[in-house]
Structure formats: structure tokens, C-alpha cells
């Protein structure tokens, strides 16, 4: 992919894997924020989170998420029935890649995870 700002930091972070346990809105907002403060992020607002609570398609009930940050913002998808998540970091500031697979791992209690950095 051709760099078209380089001038502009930008470091993206997709992490997907299925998690254990009970979820709801709750551990959804405990994320955001926890995985915001472990990589020293600075969020600004509160995060908003909604939930098609029955409308749609069942395969598609779950979570979406998004918290700002100072530095752009992370977003959570959850699918309920699979148990699977997907979470996008993305930020005009260098974090610690690993560092952020690691706890997002540990936080959902992800048997293993895929991520994709660009």
C-alpha cells in the first residue's frame, strides 16, 4: 500500500481471536479503556458502545464499539453466538505492538490471536 501522507504517523493494528467468558457491555468498556492505558494512549471520551439487542441477523449480535483518543481511536467488534472478536488501534502515535497483542490476548482469554499491523 503506497504511503500517501508520510508526513502523518499512523500506526494501525487489527487483532482478532475468540474469547472466553461472559460478555457484555461492561467488559466491552473495560477494554477500550484498559488497553488504552496499557499502551499509554490518551482517550478523551467516554466510550460508545452499541448493541443490535435483536435486530438483524442473530449470527450478528454482539458489540460495536469505539473509544477517542487524543491520538485518533480504537474500535471493538464483538460477535456474541461465535465468540469472536475484532479490534482496530488506530493512532497518529507509535505504540508497542506486542505489548498490545499481549493484553488483548489476556484480556479476552484468547487461546491465540491473529493480528496485522500496517
Not at 35 to 61: C, F, K, M, W
Not at 85 to 94: D, E, N, Q, R, V
Request: aromatic letters at 14%.
Amino acid at each position: 500500500m503506497k504511503d500517501l501522507a508520510p508526513d502523518i504517523t499512523r500506526l494501525r493494528l487489527l487483532v482478532e481471536g475468540y474469547y472466553s467468558g461472559p460478555m457484555d457491555e461492561a467488559r466491552v468498556k473495560a477494554y477500550l479503556l484498559g488497553v488504552a492505558d496499557e499502551l499509554g494512549l490518551r482517550v478523551y471520551g467516554e466510550p460508545t458502545i452499541h448493541s443490535p439487542a435483536g435486530t438483524g441477523s442473530a449470527h450478528n449480535q454482539g458489540f460495536d464499539a469505539f473509544v477517542p483518543l487524543i491520538d485518533s481511536g480504537i474500535s471493538l467488534y464483538v460477535w456474541s453466538r461465535q465468540c469472536f472478536f475484532s479490534t482496530l488501534l488506530y493512532t497518529c502515535k507509535s505504540f508497542d505492538i506486542d505489548t498490545a497483542c499481549r493484553f488483548t490476548q489476556s484480556y479476552f482469554g484468547a487461546h491465540e490471536v491473529e493480528h496485522s499491523a500496517f
